[in-house]
């Protein structure tokens, strides 16, 4: 046997700043910014969404500095896998990377569906023939075929190695910057101010509707430390970006808000299915600048489903190293050293999902935001611990006031928690939302009970 059938396989380490950057960037803005504005301007008004999503971002930023600090100090994939077993122990660090991942393939599934909707806006005459109603949402061939296309496309790609996925995230997220300035500098130029009133929406508590779907909104900084290493530069460089990435989504996601707010009325808002692409239609006064629109927010799902198709198959090989899932998930191309069984199989997730219409947009948002806060309250408790019991460990990037950081990003993460819970007036519903989260909980249960007989026998 030679040398090289006997050593494990390995990533191959290509990312540099620009891809880096544009991976997380474009997991992050995906395409809630096009397809959800107007009902956030809706449920709480344009002064109240900026207030959400300045109080989410928040909460985010300090949760990233956290994430900054581990992924420097630990490069590995699987990021948070790794943090959280070396801090709290096998369990947890389970119970983490299982809701993470519930997080990651509830997007690729979100954009399976969505993208239909926006290809629908450029080409009305996609549609082919109703196959069945799904919980009052028509499912069509037409947005079958399509989301199920696209999905096979995603997985090929990403099978072909990150470098493929990085310069297919690196062009779009561009196209999707193009299509957001031509929206905000037509608000600059032609917004009127009259048309973000009310400021804030009747009642206020819309504001915390809109809050806790920020956490969904935002996920995606964390693919930097699930892809670390495929990422060629220096640990404490991975930090910088990561926040730099945070800073540019939440200023992203602020500026679409305000921009929209100024081009529509409120009535118009609440009317639209597509306030970004009308508000950039009605302020240029063109039909083609509503298209651009639509075209960056259909770059927007290219990219938030690259992006988490890359950091869902490399939480799985983390966990299939970890003996946690079935080895098959740790196997990678021999060719394109990519964990091509776990992309393959959130790739066959993702054409399914066409399959339950557009009924499920909503509770994929909500759940999956559900499950992104869960693991971020695990990666802040873990910073803490590991400042603590090691506090001599080699940290690249290092926060200062380390524990003003860590407990207040373990405080807002509880706070946001606590908005999905049943005596909050966003809650998560039941049974469609809370029911995903139980059977998905009990499914890590099963694999965990696995784990630990395995781990008792070899012992």
Known sequence: MSESETKPAKFAKVLKSREVVALAFGAMIGWSWVLMTGVWLTDAGSLGTLIAF????????????????????????????????RALGDRWSFACTWALLFAYVNVCLFEAVALPSAVEYLFPNIRLGTLWTFLGSDVDLGFVLIGAGAAALVTWINILGIRTAA????????IIVASGLLLISGAVVF?????????????????????????????????????????????????????????????????????????LTAEQQATSTMATADAAKALWQQPWAGALLVLGGI??????????????????????E?????????RLHPTYKTPYIGIAAIGLLSMIAPLFGKTILVWLINSGSFAT??????????????????????????VSHPRLVGYGAVTLSVGLL????????????????WL????????????????????????
């Open 54 to 85: 300045s109080i989410g971002g928040f909460a985010i930023a300090l949760i990233g500095l956290t994430y900054s600090e581990l992924a420097s100090a630990m490069p590995k994939a699987g990021g948070e896998h790794i943090y959280t077993k």
């Open 167 to 174: 310069v297919l995230q690196t062009v779009v997220t561009g």
């Open 191 to 263: 917004g009127d101010i009259e048309n973000a009133k009310p400021f804030l929406a009747t009642p206020a508590t819309g504001i915390i509707t809109v809050l806790i779907m920020v956490p969904a909104l935002l996920v995606g900084f964390d693919v930097i430390p699930q892809s670390a290493e495929e990422i060629d530069l220096p640990p404490n460089k991975i930090g910088r970006l990561l926040v730099i990435s945070v800073a540019c989504a939440v200023a992203w996601y602020v500026l679409i808000a305000f921009a929209v707010g100024l081009g």
């Open 299 to 320: 770059g927007g799902i290219m990219t938030s489903w690259n992006a988490f198709v890359v950091g869902g198959s490399r939480v799985l090989y983390a966990l299939a």
């Open 322 to 330: 970890s003996n946690h899932v079935p080895k098959i998930f740790s």
């Open 373 to 398: 806060t869960v693991a971020f309250l695990f990666v802040a408790i873990s910073f803490l611990v590991l400042r603590r019991t090691e506090p001599d460990m080699p940290r690249p990037f290092k």
């Open 418 to 433: 606590a908005a999905f819970m049943p005596w909050s007036n966003s809650a998560l519903q039941w049974p469609e939302e």
């Open 436 to 459: 995903t989260i139980v059977v998905w909980a009990c499914l890590g249960g099963l694999l965990l009970v696995r784990y630990e007989m395995r781990q008792s026998s070899n012992a």
